[in-house]
Every structure is written in structure tokens, then in C-alpha cells.
């Protein structure tokens, strides 16, 4: 598969030229793993929709029309059938993967940066600031994240903008944890002290000393964070909390969509089916960069 | 054991006052003024002014904030702006709903993410560990609101066996434990039920294998103990954590029950929080939020010392 090959290629930057590095390693295990490779095969596919969906798509995925409502899978001119109102799904569906996947993924990025900085500044100071930083983290996650991200989301009001926000806020505290917990681990090591002692800088030391172990389980960690975003995304905008119609994404034309279940099940489910397998992409990448990258 | 009771209960204190914190706040970061959905759009500055009073909109936010923790502590959640109901009371029906189901479905899960798990855990590499482990992937990864949604479909649409909304026959408030009742949970709980069932049979697999690795159980092999007699040791080994881990899901299924029961209609919090999100009834979001988060905090005080209780090796610093 080499269109695989090349989803995986980012993970290998340019190998050192002596002997074979920690990263050409991972990438080596990475590309022997059948399953890295399926997920990442999908994940491409997704990502040339997200990117290309509207040029490929065969139809107008805004196009409605009252006389082919709910058509069944497979009909005249509506190769999976059309929603209710007269759209066609496959076009929709294909389209609906760039809303889709940046609902779900903008969150985790931005939780990404945001929670490291945190995680970072909390273990590197440690004492005061450490336990200011962590406590107030230990209150966003008292609660159950489908919960809190409910609870903004719908005191902020619809719209994508408080959606990604709220599911930015429901994503920081657990990546800052785990930054939190291996920059203070690192802190202390011999090789910290010893470049302390020769006169390096808070910046300096974080920069080459203890970002490079933060990294990399924070990396593997957030690309887990994308499945659970990827269904926490799109539930937002199944209750109604995030894109707005006429927008194509799969939560939203779930939503739309559940109250055809008695006149085109299947039609109505083909969303859901959308989320489900993106979300098992994830979480199966997630697992083999574990295995390659040898983090806990 | 007690010094670590009472260390662990005072370490909760501050997390609540937080938790109150961020539940109060929500109110405030609403967009709009939250009077606005209880008042025609032509009334007079006098009546406005009026509701702001009654509602204490009008006083400075710590002031608000602490009569509002110390009304809570006394079970005075507010009024429903929609329904002119006390908050707590509603909360307390939904609550009460939405713990039967999620207990129900914790249990499902628990039973076959134990089974899955042990048997993963013991024929490691096998087909079963296989087929184990890609149903926790599955597991975690399935978007549950659409798998309710397939349940649905399948069960009620297609075949007609089970209902596919409500919580009982003819919309009837009063729950009992018949069949007529039971055959509404089936399909929400068997739905729930997906998420701790994953995850608890990674969990399981993992301290499974983990424990039969261990060289105690080399030495009841050695000592002559059946097979049997090994699985009460292994089993006795890893309930602590499982037991933990069911206790933690229990909570995580109280606050992710929301999309479930819009999906199934079924009476609980998170129908309660949509039709709150969807008429901007502020109190009764923020008292139902408050409500589940706490129910969260005090559930992982009481796992932790279960948890220590059940397994005194768990050394806490």
C-alpha cells in the first residue's frame, strides 16, 4: 500500500546519517504493523475528502428536491439513497467529512498546544505554582467530560465556535496532566541538573531537555483524544449544540436524519457509520504509535 | 485508614467548592440576559426589574455566588425559569431515573467486559483474544447515540420486539420492576452498557495477564491447585481494580447519559439538561450539572476507599 506509506511518512523526518535513530526506528515498526497501516489507509481516504470532498462528490450536497425525498440506498441518481430532504447522501456524506473532521480534530490540537504550555510551566515550576496549576486542572476534571462539554456548549448556545471551544476546555486538563507528570519526572535527572549547572536557561532546558520526553506520550495520547473528539464533536451537533443546518456534517445529519428511521433506516444510519469508522481509525493509529514509539 | 478517610474527604472539599464555582459561572458566561426567555418582549422596565430581584440577578456576582452555594447546601437549587418548579425536585426524579438505567447498564457492561477480559487475559494471542480485543476497540470507539439509534432500527422498526422510547407503558411516571418497564430499559441499558464493557475488558485483560505472570501463581501451580483453585487466586487478585474501574464508569455513564436519553426519550438527567439547554432555562441547567458533578467527586472518594478497603497493599502517600 503505498499511499499508507506516505501518511506515515511525517513520522520520519530525515534519519541520521550514522546510526539508525529513535524516530527511523519507530517509523520502521510503524510501517511493519498491518493494523498502523489499515488505519492510516483510512485516515487518508478521509483526509482527500476532507480536502477534495466538494470537487469530487457527484452531486450538490445543498441541492434538495421534494420529489426524491428519502430515497432508498442504491436508487436512480442516489447511489445511498438521498435524506429527507431530497439531498443526495453519498454527496453529503463525502462533503460532510471536512466539517467532520475539523470539529473533531481542531479541539485536540488547540488542547494540544494549550495543555502542554500548562502541563509544562506547572512540572518545570513545581511548589506553588504547580499546585495552583494542578488543583484548578483537578476541577475541570471532576467532571465527566461528555457532561462538561454539554454544560458549555449549551450555556455558550449553538454554533461551531462554542462547540470547539467548550471541547477545547473538556480536552486541556487531561493533556496537561500528562505533561504535568513527565516534565516533573524529567525535571529532576542528572542530565537537567548538569545543564542547569553550566548556566542554561528555564527556556533553554525545557526546550531541549524536557520537551523531547514530553512529546512524544503526549502525541500518542492526543491522537487517542481525536476518537473520543470525533464522537463528543458530532454529539454536539446531534443534540443541536454545533453546526448548523444546512451545513453538511454527520452529527448534524444523524439529527436530522433520526426521524426517518421507520422509512429509510439504513439511509439514517450511514452517518453514524461515517463517525463510527473515523473514530475506529483513531484509535486503532493511536494504539499502534503506542506500540512503535514505546510509551506507556 | 482513617487518617487516610478523613485526608481524602478534606482533599474533596476544595475540588467541590470548584466544581460549584465553574456550575455557577455557567450562568454567567451565557450569552444574553437569562431573564429574557420568561419575559414577553414588550414588558415594562418595572417588571424586569422586579424579576431581576427575585432571581438576584441584580446583586455582585461573589454575593450571588454565596447565597447561592449556601441555598444549595440547604437543598435550594432555585427555581425552574420554564417550569416555576423547584430545581431540586426535578433533578432529584431525573436523577433517580437516570441511576436505575446506568446501574443497569453498568452491571451489563461489568458482566461482559470480566468475561471478555478474563478470557482474553488467559489465552493471550488467541483467536478469542483477538475477537476480545477488537470488541474493546469497537467498544470505545462507537459513537453511542448511533448505536442506540441502530438498536432502534433493528429492534423496534424492523422487528418490532421492543419499544423504542419512554420508560414505560403509556408515558406512566411510576417505575416498577416488570416486565412491561423493563422491556423500555432494555435497549438504552444494552446501548450504555457498551462503554464500561470495552474498557473493562481491557482492563481486566491486562491485570489477568499481569497476575498469571506473576511467580505466586507458578507456586500454586507447583503446589498442586487445580486450575480452578488458580482462577479464585487470579480473580481475588484483580477485583480491586476492576471493581474500581466499574465504580469510576458508573460515573462517567451518570454524565454521558445525556445523548442515550434523548435518543430513547427516557426521563433522566440528560433529558432533562436538553429540554433545559433548548428552553435556556439556566437554573435548571446549572443545578442539574451541579447535581451529576457532585454525585462524580463523591463516587471517586467513595471507589478510592472501597478500593484501599478491599486491597490494604494499596499503599497512599
Known amino acids: ?296 | 485508614m482513617l487518617a487516610y478517610l478523613l485526608r481524602r474527604l478534606l482533599y474533596t472539599l476544595p475540588i467541590m467548592g470548584g466544581v460549584a464555582l465553574v456550575c455557577f459561572a455557567l450562568v454567567h458566561i451565557a450569552p444574553g440576559d437569562p431573564l429574557v426567555s420568561i419575559l414577553p418582549p414588550d414588558a415594562s422596565q418595572e417588571l424586569q426589574d422586579r424579576l431581576r430581584t427575585l432571581y438576584g440577578f441584580d446583586r455582585s456576582l461573589p454575593e450571588q455566588f454565596f447565597s447561592w452555594v449556601w441555598r444549595a447546601l440547604q437543598g435550594d437549587l432555585g427555581t425552574s425559569i420554564a417550569s416555576s418548579r423547584p430545581v431540586a425536585t426535578e433533578v432529584m426524579t431525573a436523577v433517580v431515573n437516570t441511576l436505575r438505567l446506568a446501574f443497569v447498564a453498568t452491571l451489563i457492561g461489568f458482566a461482559f467486559g470480566c468475561l471478555f477480559g478474563f478470557v482474553a487475559g488467559y489465552f493471550r494471542g488467541s483467536v478469542v483474544d483477538r475477537l476480545a480485543s477488537l470488541l474493546s476497540v469497537l467498544g470505545v470507539s462507537v459513537p453511542h447515540y448511533w448505536l442506540g439509534m441502530v438498536l432502534v432500527i433493528v429492534f423496534a422498526a424492523q422487528l418490532n420486539w421492543l419499544p423504542a422510547t419512554g420508560a414505560g407503558p403509556g408515558g406512566s411516571g411510576e417505575w416498577a420492576w416488570d416486565w412491561a418497564h423493563v422491556q423500555h430499559m432494555l435497549l438504552p441499558a444494552i446501548t450504555m452498557s457498551v462503554i464500561p464493557m470495552g474498557i473493562v475488558a481491557r482492563t481486566v485483560r491486562a491485570l489477568v495477564a499481569e497476575i498469571l505472570a506473576q511467580e505466586f501463581v507458578v507456586g500454586l501451580r507447583a503446589k498442586g491447585l487445580t486450575q480452578w483453585g488458580v482462577f479464585r487466586h487470579v480473580v481475588k487478585n484483580a477485583a480491586p481494580t476492576a471493581l474500581a474501574v466499574m465504580g469510576l464508569q458508573l460515573g462517567y455513564l451518570l454524565g454521558g447519559s445525556i445523548l442515550i436519553e434523548t435518543v430513547f426519550a427516557w426521563p433522566g438527567t440528560g433529558f432533562l439538561l436538553n429540554s433545559a439547554i433548548f428552553q435556556r432555562d439556566l437554573p435548571l441547567l446549572q443545578g442539574t450539572i451541579l447535581v451529576l458533578a457532585l454525585f462524580f467527586v463523591l463516587l471517586n472518594v467513595v471507589v478510592d476507599i472501597v478500593q484501599t478497603m478491599l486491597d490494604p497493599r494499596i499503599a497512599r502517600g
Not at chain 1, 466538494?54 to 450538490?60: K, S, T, V
Not at chain 1, 429527507?84 to 490540537?109: C, K, N, Q, W
Not at chain 1, 494542578?134 to 476534571?141: A, C, G, H, L, S
Open chain 1, 1 to 296: 500500500m503505498p499511499m499508507s506509506a506516505a501518511a506515515a511518512a511525517p513520522a520520519v523526518p530525515v534519519p541520521p546519517p550514522r546510526s539508525r535513530g529513535y524516530w527511523a526506528g519507530v517509523g520502521l515498526r510503524f510501517v511493519k504493523d498491518p493494523v498502523a497501516l489499515g488505519a492510516s489507509a483510512v485516515l487518508l481516504v478521509l483526509l482527500v475528502l476532507a480536502l477534495f470532498g466538494p470537487w469530487l462528490a457527484p452531486a450538490d450536497p445543498f441541492k434538495s428536491s421534494m420529489l426524491g425525498r428519502l430515497q432508498p440506498i442504491g436508487s436512480e441518481g442516489f447511489p445511498l439513497g438521498s435524506d429527507e430532504l431530497g439531498r443526495d447522501m453519498l454527496s453529503r456524506l463525502m462533503v460532510g467529512a471536512r466539517l467532520s473532521l475539523f470539529m473533531g480534530i481542531t479541539p485536540v490540537v488547540l488542547a494540544f498546544v494549550i495543555g502542554t504550555t500548562i502541563g509544562l510551566v506547572a512540572g518545570y515550576a513545581g511548589g506553588l505554582v504547580n499546585s495552583a496549576i494542578m488543583r484548578t486542572v483537578d476541577v475541570f476534571y471532576a467532571f465527566p467530560s461528555v457532561l462538561l462539554a454539554i454544560a458549555l456548549s449549551g450555556a455558550l448556545g449553538a454554533g461551531i465556535g462554542n462547540a470547539l471551544l467548550s471541547l477545547t476546555i473538556v480536552f486541556v486538563p487531561p493533556i496537561a496532566r500528562v505533561a504535568e507528570s513527565v516534565t516533573t519526572q524529567v525535571r529532576t535527572r542528572d542530565y537537567v541538573e548538569a545543564a542547569r549547572a553550566s548556566g542554561a536557561g528555564a527556556f533553554a532546558i525545557v526546550r531541549v531537555h524536557v520537551l523531547g520526553n514530553v512529546l512524544g506520550p503526549i502525541f500518542v495520547y492526543a491522537t487517542g483524544l481525536i476518537a473520543v473528539s470525533m464522537i463528543l464533536a458530532s454529539g454536539l451537533s446531534f443534540l443541536g449544540l454545533g453546526v448548523k443546518p444546512p451545513e453538511p456534517e454527520w452529527g448534524l445529519m444523524l439529527n436530522t436524519l433520526r426521524t426517518a428511521i421507520y422509512v429509510q433506516p439504513w439511509v439514517a444510519a450511514l452517518p453514524g457509520a461515517m463517525i463510527f469508522v473515523t473514530s475506529i481509525a483513531f484509535n486503532l493509529l493511536s494504539d499502534s504509535l503506542r506500540n512503535a514509539m514505546d510509551v506507556k
